[in-house]
C-alpha cells in the first residue's frame, strides 16, 4: 500500500461534456477552490470512436474535437495551460486512465491486432461487467475492444505502450490517474506502470475505480499498489453491516473515497424524488447530509459537476453538452467549503483508521465510530436514516475515551461529544464531531 499524503483526496469531477471547451474548463477552477477541494478530476478528453463516448478511446495523444473549441493551440498546450491554471489555485489534475479497453474502431485494433481479446470467430470481443447484486445480470459494452493482458509476449508490448501514454501525461504535468475498471487489469500490469511512472514523477496519484467489480475482483487489487480505492458507501442503507465489513476488509488496500452521486450514477435529486422527497427544502437538506457523510467515512470524498447546485439531469458520456447546464436549485459552494475546510483540520478524517458501527435504541440511530492507527484521535459520526422523521436515542456503547471533542457539523457550536447522553436527531440528520 503507498503511502497516503497528510490530507486525503477532496475530488471535484469536471465533467467535460458539461464543461465544453478545455479554455472553458478554467472558467470553474476559482469556484472548485473556493469549495476547498484540492483534486480536479476530467473524464477522458481523447479522440473518440464512432460511438461518441468519452470510454471509448480511439487514439490516446489525441484531444477529442469537443473539446479543442475554437482554439488552435497544440494538444499539448492546451493540457499545460490547464494544468498551470490549475497549479496556481493549488489544484491537482487527475485524468481517467482507460487501459483496459479501447474503441471497438480503434485502429490499434487493426495495428496491434494480436493485443485484443477474441471470440471463437476471430471477431474482437467487447468487455462486460456482472452486477454484483445479481450475477446473472450482465453488461455488455458493444463499442468498445477488450485488451487482452493474459500473461503471454504480447502483454509487454502492451504494457510498455500503456507506460509512454502515463509519462507523456505526467510530463505535461498530471499528477492523478482515475485507473477505469481498474480490476479488469492484473497487478503485474499496473505494478510495473506505477514504478515506471514513479521513476521521474514520484509524486504520482493513481485511484482504482471498482465499482461493480466483485468482492473477490477488489481484494485482487491487493498487491498493485494503489493509492485509493472507490467505495460504496453511497449505496449503504445505515443499517446493514455489509459497507463496515468492507470498508475493514479493504481499507488495509489503499484509502477509500466517498461520493454522494457520480457522472455514473443518477443524480441525487432524482433518487430522492423516486422516494417521494420533492420539497425544494427537503432536498437541499438532504444534499447537505449527504455531503456530510461521505466527507466524514473514509479518506478521500468526491463529487460532480453540478451536486453543488443540486443539478437533476444525469451525466451523460456521450450526450451531455454545456447546453445541459442547469439553473441551480440551492448553492451549496459555500457549505461544501466548511465540511471540507474541516475535514481537512482533521487528522482522522484523512487517514483509513479502523471504524465500526454502533447501533442506537434499535437501529433508530446510527453511530460511527472511527480512530486513528497512529494515535489516539477519533470521529464519531450520528446519523438519523430516518429523512421524514426526527428522533431522539441515547447514545451508547462509545469506548471509554470517547470524551470531549468537539462538533465538526457546519452550523454548530463546537460542543462535545453526547456519549451516555440522549441527542435528538433531525430528519435525515448527520453530525460528526473529533478529537
Known sequence: MSTSPAEGLRIYNLFPLLAGSMDDWQKHLDRIQGMGFNTV????????GESGSLYAVKDYYRLNSTFRGKSRRSTDELIKRFVKACDERDLMVMMDLV????????PMTEHHAAWFVRNPDGSVANPYAIDPADTSKKTVWYDLAEIDFSDRP????IMDYFVKVVRYYAGLGVRGFRCDAAYKVPNVVWRALFEATRKDFADTVFMAESLGALLEQVEQLRSAGFDYLMNSSKWWDFRSDWLLEQYEKFRSIAPSVSFPETHDTERLAT???EHGLKDPKVVERAYRQAYVFAAAFSTGVMVPMGFEYGFRKKLHVVKTTPDDWETPAFDLTRFIAEVNSLKAAVPVLNEEGPQRHIRLDGDRAVCLLR????GGDWAVTLINPDRWNEVTVHVHGLDGDIT???ELTPGAKGEPVPAGKEVTLAPGEVRVFAR
Open 271 to 273: 433518487e430522492l424524488a
Open 371 to 374: 480512530r486513528s492507527d497512529t
Open 154 to 157: 504480447e502483454r509487454q508490448e
Open 99 to 106: 487501459i483496459n479497453h479501447t474503441a471497438i474502431d480503434s
Open 41 to 48: 478530476f476530467v473524464n477522458p478528453f481523447h479522440a473518440v
Open 404 to 406: 470531549g471533542g468537539r
